[in-house]
């Protein structure tokens, strides 16, 4: 099945430092998702994209739509503590139905106070 | 404005024993997503349903594993004589319409003893 290659694997970082990650699939995406996950939760929606090239902000986040729509990346500016937890990639590739999504396995993001 | 209801929280059974997971969509939302989660990976999705419709079950173990999602009432996720590597977080997703956002309920852990 289609895969999602997420990297990096997880992140080390002293609050008040940028974060950048990325997403990237062999198959081509109509939508880009990024979604956050805190221990024991669900994942919460942070951005979606729907357009390639898109260019879109949530506060701090800020995520792009590959031109190519195989890729996508998330910049966190100015991290605070409490945006430590799991950062995924998601989204339905063009050939699946509905909004059945497929996930990268997830950036892991500890934030040093 | 209630979100995704999964219950419940956390669930142990004894191998052998059913797993019977509910999940109440957002109100109004008639698309259901099931997907599992293993300790340090990604969301996998496992089925896709409509009211009273499986629409896409191509995750889903073919044996021991059932959704259903009825006209009134949850979704349910049934998992027959549950085994060790069953244990997992399996969350349930709503979306208004295809291809539209998908939001995730809490979870339900599920340890197999």
């Known amino acids: 099945g289609q895969q999602l290659n997420q990297s990096p694997q997880s992140m080390f970082i002293q609050e008040g430092e940028d974060v950048s990650m990325n997403c990237t699939s062999s198959?081509?995406?109509?939508?880009w998702l990024w979604y956050k996950q805190d221990p024991g939760e669900g994942p919460v929606l942070l951005i979606a994209?729907?357009?390639?090239?898109e260019l879109t902000s949530n506060g701090r986040l800020t995520a792009q739509f590959g031109t190519t729509r195989k890729d996508s990346f998330l910049n966190i500016s100015a991290s605070i503590p409490s945006d430590v937890g799991i950062y995924f990639c998601?989204?339905?590739?063009?050939?699946?139905?509905?909004?059945?999504?497929?996930f990268g396995e997830g950036t892991q993001l500890t934030v040093n106070p | 404005n209630a979100g995704v209801m999964q219950n419940p929280r956390h669930l142990v059974r004894r191998r052998g024993q059913e797993a019977r997971l509910r999940c109440s969509p957002v109100?109004?939302?008639?698309?259901v997503y099931w997907y599992r989660q293993l300790p340090e990976e990604g969301l996998k999705f496992m089925v896709y349903?409509?009211?009273?419709?499986?629409?896409?079950e191509s995750g889903m173990p073919k044996e021991r594993f059932s959704a259903e999602f009825p006209k009134e009432g949850p979704s349910i996720l049934r998992i027959q004589q549950v085994v060790r590597g069953d244990s997992a977080a399996y969350f349930c997703?709503?979306?208004?319409?295809?291809?539209?956002?998908?939001?995730f309920g809490q979870g339900t852990r599920l340890t197999v003893v």
């Open positions: 198959s081509i995406f109509n939508t």
């Open positions: 109100k109004g939302h008639s698309h």
């Open positions: 998601a989204g339905p590739p063009w050939e699946t139905s509905g909004s059945r999504l497929t």
């Open positions: 994209l729907y357009k390639a090239g």
């Open positions: 997703a709503s979306s208004q319409a295809t291809n539209t956002e998908a939001f």
């Open positions: 349903l409509q009211k009273e419709n499986i629409i896409d």
